[in-house]
């Protein structure tokens, strides 16, 4: 499974990143958090990925789209 996304960062001060993760039941089975190369600061548009593979015992899977995603304060 690949998230993937088109970002844009201003004035991040301590990382910013896509993350994905796959459960069993109640337990974290895979995660990637993105925060190997972390954005900081302001930063052009720039396209992230978080890929993991989806063990067959994996017992959720959710998909999401978004063409506009931001956080304002």
Known sequence: MTLSADVETAGVKNGASLWLRVDREQQMLLLVN??????????????????????????SLARFWSETLSTDR
């Open 34 to 59: 993105g925060m190997e190369q972390p954005l900081r600061g302001d930063t052009a548009w720039t396209r992230r990925e978080a890929s993991l593979p989806v063990p067959s015992d994996a017992t």
